[in-house]
């Protein structure tokens, strides 16, 4: 398997642009995790997903994220317009409801670089 | 509110002796605790964990202590090695799914 991936691994934008980052879970997962890690926070959960569907969105700053998941193999990230203190790395995590224990897979992560 | 504290950004160590890395949560149901492992330009990776009805998971080098009367875990690595050199994290679940992180503490194991 190839583990979750994500795309891009780097994103360099300007302030006010859009920006979408992508996650591709583990095959038959059905538990999806968006993070950010920054210095001062550490790793925040932003949002997840159970079968395609949002349960929390809770960690999500402001109205200027938005995240979605069309089908179990793909969900998006997307910040707009985006801003300086948006920039952190962005993890996206997946895990099975199977399993015994609460392990979740953690991708590569996307750092997000705003000017 | 940081309902799962890591107050060490970081610890060094000598190859050979003991880690020790600490974690504080302030949520009374939560009931899954996990340690992760992160190496640089890579995502975390899953350590240990421990239920709450326990209060000492072991897995090789790696054993995990929980203390629910004080809300504290704790993390040892005996003998530490320089490829544990890496940002650890805390985390802590109720009911299984959502999970709260620590900020993480950076380990250094000098060799």
């Known amino acids: 398997d190839a583990g979750v991936i994500q795309s891009p691994r780097h994103e360099v934008t300007e302030m006010g642009q859009e920006v979408t980052l992508r996650c591709k879970p583990i095959?038959?997962?059905?538990?999806l995790f968006w993070y950010r890690q920054t210095m001062m926070r550490g790793l925040e959960l932003l949002i997840y997903?159970?079968?395609?569907?949002?349960?929390?969105d809770s960690g999500m700053p402001e109205d200027r994220f938005s995240a979605k998941m069309p089908n179990a193999s793909f969900s998006t990230l997307k910040i707009q317009p985006s801003e300086p203190r948006d920039s952190a790395v962005y993890f996206c995590?997946?895990?099975?409801?199977?399993?015994?224990?609460?392990?979740?897979?953690f991708g590569p992560g996307t750092r997000l670089t705003v000017l | 509110d940081q309902q799962v504290k890591q107050n060490s950004p970081s610890l060094s160590v000598q190859e050979g002796r003991i880690s020790i890395l600490n974690c504080d949560y302030t949520?009374?149901?939560?009931?899954?605790f996990l340690w992760y492992k992160k190496y640089p330009a890579e995502g975390p990776t899953f350590l240990i964990s421990?239920?709450?009805?326990?209060d000492k998971n072991e897995d090789g080098r790696f054993t995990v202590f929980l203390n629910k009367s004080a809300k504290h875990l704790s993390l040892h690595i005996v003998p530490s090695q320089p490829g544990d050199s890496a940002v650890y994290f805390c985390?802590?679940?109720?009911?299984?799914?959502?999970?709260?992180f620590g900020a993480g503490t950076r380990l250094f194991v000098k060799a």
């Open positions: 095959s038959g997962h059905d538990y």
């Open positions: 997903f159970n079968n395609n569907v949002p349960i929390d």
């Open positions: 949520n009374s149901m939560f009931d899954y």
């Open positions: 995590a997946s895990r099975s409801s199977g399993r015994s224990y609460n392990e979740q897979f």
């Open positions: 985390a802590a679940s109720t009911g299984g799914f959502k999970t709260i």
């Open positions: 421990i239920s709450s009805i326990k």
